[in-house]
C-alpha cells in the first residue's frame, strides 16, 4: 500500500481554469503539507496542516486554497491557473510535526502544466 | 530569511570514490538537519538526520554537522552509480517547529 498517495500524477490544462489536486495519507500521521517544486528543482513549503488545522501558509496567491476533511487527507485547489504554477506539487506527511526527528514521507508528485 | 545555500553542481566522481556534498545555513536557531535524496522525476527520500555537532555515520553515509560554522555535509564512501541523484539539504528550527526549510539541491553524477 502506497504511504502518501496523491492524484492526479500529471495535470494539463489552460489558463485560467481550476483545478485540484488530492492527497491521502495511511500513515497515521497527524501533520501533512504542500510543497511546490520548480523547475531549478526548489522545494519551497506552501501550507501544513497539523490535526485537520492550518499551521504554515507561506506567501501563497490565495489562489491556492487547501482543504483537510480529516487528518488523513489535504486537497489542494487552485483557481484561475496561471502559467507560473507550472511546476511539481508534492503532497508530504510527518508524524507529529515540530519535533526534532522531523521525516517527511513524500507523495509521487503531481506535475502541472499551465498551457 | 532562513536560508539553505547548496552548490548546484553537478558533482561528478567516479565509481568507488567518495562524494563530498555541502551545505550552509543562514538561521542559527535551526537545531535539526537532514539530507535527502531524490531520484530524477521521483519523490524526495529521507537519507540522513543528524542534531549534534560531529559525525553520524549509517552504512556508506557520512553526515557531518558543524553548528558554529554553521556548515552541514554528507559524505558518500565507496559511491555507486545508483548513487547519482540530487541530495537536498533541510534544516528545521527549534522545537514546535513544522517548517523545514531545503535547499535547492546538489546534483551527483557517479561515473562508471
Known amino acids: 500500500d502506497t504511504a502518501v498517495s496523491q492524484t492526479p500524477k500529471y495535470l494539463v490544462t489552460q489558463m485560467g481554469n481550476d483545478k485540484s489536486i488530492k492527497c491521502e495519507q495511511n500513515?497515521?500521521?497527524?501533520?501533512m503539507y504542500w510543497y511546490k517544486q520548480d523547475s531549478k528543482k526548489f522545494l519551497k513549503i506552501m501550507f501544513s496542516?497539523?490535526?485537520?488545522?492550518?499551521?504554515i501558509n507561506e506567501t501563497v496567491p490565495n489562489r491556492f486554497s487547501p482543504k483537510s476533511p480529516d487528518k488523513a487527507h489535504l486537497n489542494l485547489h487552485i483557481n484561475s491557473l496561471e502559467l507560473g504554477d507550472s511546476a511539481v506539487y508534492f503532497c508530504?506527511?510527518?508524524?507529529?510535526?515540530?519535533?526534532?526527528?522531523?521525516?517527511?514521507?513524500f507523495g509521487s508528485g503531481t506535475q502541472l502544466s499551465v498551457l | 530569511q532562513k536560508e539553505v545555500e547548496q552548490n548546484s553542481g553537478p558533482l561528478s566522481v567516479p565509481e568507488g570514490a567518495i562524494a563530498s556534498l555541502n551545505c550552509t545555513y543562514s538561521?542559527?536557531?535551526?537545531?535539526?538537519f537532514f539530507w535527502y535524496r531524490q531520484y530524477s522525476g521521483k519523490s524526495p527520500e529521507l537519507i540522513m538526520s543528524?542534531?549534534?555537532?560531529g559525525d553520524k555515520e549509517d552504512g556508506r553515509f557520512t553526515a557531518q554537522l558543524n553548528k558554529a560554522s554553521q556548515y552541514v555535509s554528507l559524505l558518500i564512501r565507496d559511491s555507486q552509480p545508483s548513487d547519482s541523484a540530487t541530495y537536498l539539504c533541510?534544516?528545521?528550527?527549534?522545537?514546535?517547529?513544522?517548517?523545514?526549510?531545503f535547499g535547492k539541491g546538489t546534483k551527483l553524477s557517479v561515473i562508471p
Open positions: 508530504a506527511s510527518s508524524q507529529a510535526g515540530g519535533g526534532s526527528n522531523e521525516k517527511l514521507f
Open positions: 500513515l497515521g500521521h497527524d501533520t
Open positions: 496542516y497539523n490535526n485537520k488545522e492550518l499551521i
Open positions: 538561521d542559527r536557531g535551526s537545531q535539526s
Open positions: 543528524i542534531y549534534s555537532n
Open positions: 533541510a534544516t528545521l528550527s527549534g522545537a514546535g517547529s513544522y517548517q523545514l526549510t
